[in-house]
């Protein structure tokens, strides 16, 4: 076209845990990259339609998710991430790191790391951190949602940082804790155990990947606050930043001129570790020639045409139609959620009266999870999650595609099957069209 479900996760036995590696990867990732949220990954100011976001998701599954790890590093707890997942299009990370690097899960599921549980408990009485911290009328304490077992969140005055930091390491190293505290945001103020924070929990991420040979090729760190600042002194990592006062004499840092996702595709590009063509920054897909062409580029370019199509954003011509038709086997079928059986070939035919029909309604299309598997020679198996979005409204299914590849024809598209996926919101089949 012109233009697995995903097993995550492997175990791997620990003392008294699991530590969990994508499956998929056979040999080191090609990069890692290691994120904040909040003003970084993700644009709160300017950007209501997600577009740097849905960029960023666009390049790495059609050009990295399959032999590469994304890391979400953030400040915001689990519940806090998850009502983040609810209101933008992020992608699934290999691993969240949450509560500013004091917790690590991994996969979609989330599994949490034991090992970095009981190097968190190590010196930390959480009890004592709450005990010394109430005699200072100076910190009042953020909402219960940022309050963790590994990190006690205070809003401060600027003005006073400086003081309650000294007086409160002394408090709590003459109770015998080894703390550290995290200023960040002008205004938010984190106490955590000593082994904690974003850049504690890289470095023991990069350990664990060495010690299984899966140690990353190039790794880009991407943070714009106080609590992202650990993240730039690992040794060995490239770094985009959007606070200018760090990093001026580091030649592996740049300070991005594109906002959010947009400056993590620029350093992408910047530092030479990998394609960095959006397939949404392809205007005409007919005109476009990828030296990356595989069948998980072919399915993020075919969704992204169906999210242009019903947008009304490109013709309404034959040519696509054609081109389309063309890429699927003639006794190709889609299997709908409901169950329901039909012709790709007439799914095709069906897609004509439906162009436009998502005009200004906010409406967006984008994958998660794409791997593609060659199960023999010239079949393709595509396993991912398929997300529509109108306004609030959102819809997932889990894909498969399976595709053959023939000389001098590309892909050719033979079976959809697609089932709803728990994560979806609203389960209507109704008006669900491929």
């Known amino acids: 076209m012109f233009f697995p479900a995903l097993r995550l996760l492997s175990s791997l036995s620990q003392p008294k845990s699991y530590y969990y590696i994508p499956q998929r990867l056979t040999s080191p990732p090609r990069l890692m990259i290691v994120s904040d949220l909040d003003d970084t990954m993700v644009e709160h100011r300017n950007d209501n339609d997600n577009h740097s976001l849905l960029r960023f998701n666009s390049l790495w599954e059609e050009a990295y998710r399959h032999d590469s790890l994304l890391v979400f590093s953030t400040g915001r707890a689990k519940t806090m991430y998850k009502k983040l997942r609810k209101e933008r299009p992020l992608l699934t990370p290999d691993v969240i790191v949450t509560s500013v690097g004091t917790e690590i899960s991994y996969g979609k599921s989330m599994v949490p790391d034991e090992n970095w549980v009981e190097i968190m408990n190590n010196k930390w009485n959480r009890g004592i951190v709450e005990e010394e911290t109430s005699k200072f009328p100076e910190l009042t304490l953020q909402a219960e949602t940022e309050q963790m077992p590994h990190k006690l969140s205070f809003h401060v ?26 200023f960040s945001g002008g205004i938010a103020l984190d106490v955590l155990p000593k082994g904690g924070g974003k850049g504690q929990a890289l470095a ?10 899966k140690l990353p090729l190039n790794t880009l760190v991407c943070g714009d606050s106080g609590n992202d600042t650990e993240l730039f002194t690992i040794p060995n990592v490239y770094g985009v930043m959007w606070y200018a006062e760090n990093g001026k004499d580091n030649s592996n840092i740049i300070h991005a001129s594109e906002r959010c996702a947009g400056g993590i595709i620029e350093a992408i590009g910047h530092f030479k570790l990998g394609p960095k063509l959006s397939l949404r920054d392809v205007s005409d897909f007919l005109q476009c020639k990828s030296d990356n062409v595989n069948p998980g ?23 696509y139609t054609k081109s389309l038709k063309a890429s699927c086997d003639p006794a190709g079928v889609i299997v709908h959620p409901s169950g329901a059986e039909k012709s790709l070939r007439d799914t095709i035919d069906e897609l004509g009266k439906y162009h436009g029909d998502k005009k200004d309604k906010k409406f967006r299309v984008w994958t998660d999870q794409v791997l593609a598997t060659e199960t023999t020679h010239g079949t393709w198996i595509v396993k991912l999650n398929k997300w529509e979005q109108t306004g609030n409204e959102r819809k997932c299914c889990t894909t498969t595609v399976k595709f053959t590849s023939k000389e001098n024809e590309g892909f050719v598209w033979e079976n959809v099957q697609q089932t709803w996926s728990e994560e979806s919101e609203v389960k209507d089949d109704s ?3 491929i």
């Not at 003005?159 to 505290?181: C, W």
């Not at 023991?204 to 040979?213: A, C």
């Open 157 to 182: 005055d600027k003005s006073k940082v400086k003081e309650v930091t000294k007086e409160l390491y002394q408090r709590l190293e003459k109770r015998g804790l080894e703390i550290k505290i995290i």
């Open 431 to 433: 008006n669900w069209i």
């Open 204 to 213: 023991y991420l990069l350990k664990k990947l060495n010690t299984e040979g």
């Open 297 to 319: 580029h072919a399915v993020v370019e075919f969704f992204l045409f169906y999210e242009r199509w019903r947008r009304g954003e490109i013709e309404n011509c034959e040519a």
